[in-house]
């Protein structure tokens, strides 16, 4: 799987090309070849090569991080990946090689007002991406958003809202993914226009006839049949068929029709994908009144139980201390070595162990092989982002004391009693920096 957000290297790109090739006679050998389905960033549609490897080894669909059509939103959330193409060619780009996109889109950016939702529509609707999953965004606890917006006094804490029983979701074919939660409080926009604008993207873009105004245009885009064996299971078309006709309500059973109609004509290459395309979307338009009650309920709420800030206290655990500085020498070499700046080192590694505390520190009552391997990620992360592409050799194994090379101009144990002494600075800043860290009074919205 090419994660999504990850750097792709020309290495992990040539490595994803050889193992498709692999894969696509294997899968071809199949009496019904399987389908896929992975998470990609959108510059994939930079090269012909993969998405035809992609097609014919059968990929019936690519989740990807599209987020938004607000330029200064993606900026802020850092996905140069989409602000340096032109979005909606890319997405077609990749269309015509047979992929349906199932992107990932999020409404609640610093930078988003109250056209965010309208915008979001039509973006969906010219790009035609059937199926997208919609979110408000969400800064889970410990990531460098959610501390931001931790000072800023704009995280809030709902754990004594109750929405609805275990048993009432159940009821309505739903359960928490229907309770369009977040715990931020909007930049440019109140929280009941946040959530009533989110309700109205929802409903819209579930919507049957956009939907099929969605495929369609989707359909009509594919140029390049899959060179996938297909073997068609005449008991699935039946079991389709059948659900069509004595499950799906009138207006879902004519879009159904029409669609199946218009891809046999256009792109009969497409057919059992489509039909999946509605299946997910006959799922969506099921659950959709329960979301929308479930958004009318938090509406209801902000009015009667206004939001409470949380506040959280950071520290450094006295378990954390030991095993941290004889982990530090290793960490520091490992940072040290992919730095093209060699002078930000000890600033790398206090931004590595404040993230680390901000993330586990209030949780965190012994050091294990998790934290080891958390530490290693955000000192990969540090480098990243410090020199613009991951350091070589990341996700190597480090060994808890193992020394790095001697630093210039001392001894082996010199170089150990300097690390020791720069693990205890590096803890101390790090311990008045998270001592400091108190949220503000929840700042204002406006509209």
């Known amino acids: 799987m090419i994660s999504d957000g990850a750097t792709l290297t020309e290495v992990s790109i040539e490595d994803a090309k050889a ?27 930079k090269d012909d090569a993969i998405l035809e490897l992609l097609a014919d080894a059968n990929f019936g669909g690519l989740f990807i991080g599209v987020e938004t059509p607000n330029i200064e939103s993606l900026i802020e ?43 979001q529509v039509e973006f969906l ?19 460098k958003l959610w501390v931001r917006l931790h000072k800023e006094g704009r995280i809030v804490d709902f754990s004594s809202r109750r929405y609805f029983s275990a048993a009432e979701a159940h009821k309505h074919v739903a359960d928490t993914f229907c309770l369009a939660r977040t715990n931020i409080i909007p930049k440019l926009m109140t929280w009941a226009e946040l959530l009533s604008g989110y309700r109205e993207l929802v409903k819209q873009v579930r919507d049957w006839g956009n939907f099929e105004a969605r495929v369609k245009g989707m ?29 799906m309500d009138k207006e879902a059973r004519r879009v159904t029709f029409r669609l199946l109609r218009h891809t046999f004509r256009r792109a009969p290459f497409m057919m059992q994908r489509v039909a999946s395309l509605i299946l997910y979307q006959y799922v969506e338009a099921r659950r959709l009144p329960f979301q929308l009650q479930s958004l009318d309920e938090e509406i209801r709420l902000e009015g009667t139980q206004p939001y409470q800030l949380e506040q959280t206290i950071f520290f450094v655990p006295e378990a954390f201390k030991k095993p941290y500085k004889d982990m530090f020498p290793a960490l520091y070499e490992r940072v040290h070595q992919g730095l093209s700046d060699k002078s930000r080192a000890q600033d790398a590694m206090v931004e590595v162990t404040y993230d680390f505390l901000t993330r586990w520190g209030p949780n965190f009552e012994q050091f294990e092989e998790q934290h080891r391997a958390f530490l290693i990620e955000i000192c990969d992360r540090t480098i990243a982002k410090e020199n613009g592409t991951m350091p070589a050799g990341a996700g190597e194994q480090v060994k808890p004391g193992e020394a790095p090379d001697r630093m210039a101009g001392l001894s082996g144990g ?9 693990a205890e600075e590096v803890l101390h800043t790090v311990e008045q920096d998270l001592r400091s860290f108190r949220a503000q009074p929840p700042a204002p919205t406006s509209s």
């Open 125 to 143: 609707q010219e790009t035609c991406i059937p199926n997208p999953v919609l979110n408000i965004l969400y800064a889970p606890i410990g990531t």
């Open 414 to 422: 010199q170089t150990l009693v300097w690390l020791r002494r720069l």
């Open 77 to 119: 959330t850092n996905k140069p990946q989409n602000y340096r193409l032109d979005v909606i060619e890319a997405v077609k780009k990749i269309q015509s090689y047979g992929l349906p996109i199932q992107a990932g889109m999020v409404v609640g950016f610093d930078h988003d007002d109250t056209s965010i939702f309208q915008r």
């Open 219 to 247: 359909v009509s885009r594919m140029a390049r049949p899959p060179r996938v064996t297909r073997r068609r299971s005449r008991k699935q078309t039946l079991g389709f068929l059948k659900f069509a006709l004595f499950s």
């Open 19 to 45: 193992l498709l090739k692999e894969l696509i006679p294997l899968n071809n050998s199949f009496h019904r070849p399987v389908y896929f389905h992975t998470q990609i960033t959108l510059n994939v549609a």
